[in-house]
Nanobody
């Protein structure tokens, strides 16, 4: 499985960005797709995840109500709509996938087998 993340860039606080993660495998309906972010010198933190088959979602508390994760079957793509961006949202955003995760593991980056290359998001105040 190959993942390709895009859509990052500079934005002012309060603005919006939409990240995309396109992946290569058509047999993806069993996958969990996640978004993580990493600020310089910090750990890779969970942002959001979605179960590809049933659409169930999970969000980090810090982004609830501001970010929305969604999927497009036809385009084999997962999106992260980010609204109300804050400077603390700055970091490299990675998409990840795994085919065998239980919900309690969705927020653990070590449980994902496949990763995209990351896209930089910079929010200025």
């Amino acid at each position: 499985v190959q993942l390709q993340a895009s859509g990052g860039g500079p934005v002012q606080a309060g603005g919006s960005l939409r990240l995309s993660c396109a992946y290569s495998e058509r047999t993806s309906r069993r996958f969990v797709m996640g978004w993580f972010r990493q600020a310089p010198g910090k750990n890779r933190d969970f942002v959001a995840a979605i179960n590809w088959s049933d659409g169930s979602r999970s969000y980090a508390d810090s982004v609830k109500g501001r970010f929305t994760i969604s999927r497009d079957f036809a385009k084999n793509t997962v999106y992260l709509q980010m609204d109300g961006l804050k400077p603390e949202d700055t970091g490299v955003y990675y998409c990840a996938a795994d085919g065998a995760l239980i919900r309690s593991s969705w927020a653990n980056p070590t449980q994902y087998d496949y990763w995209g290359q990351g896209t930089q998001v910079t929010v200025s105040s």
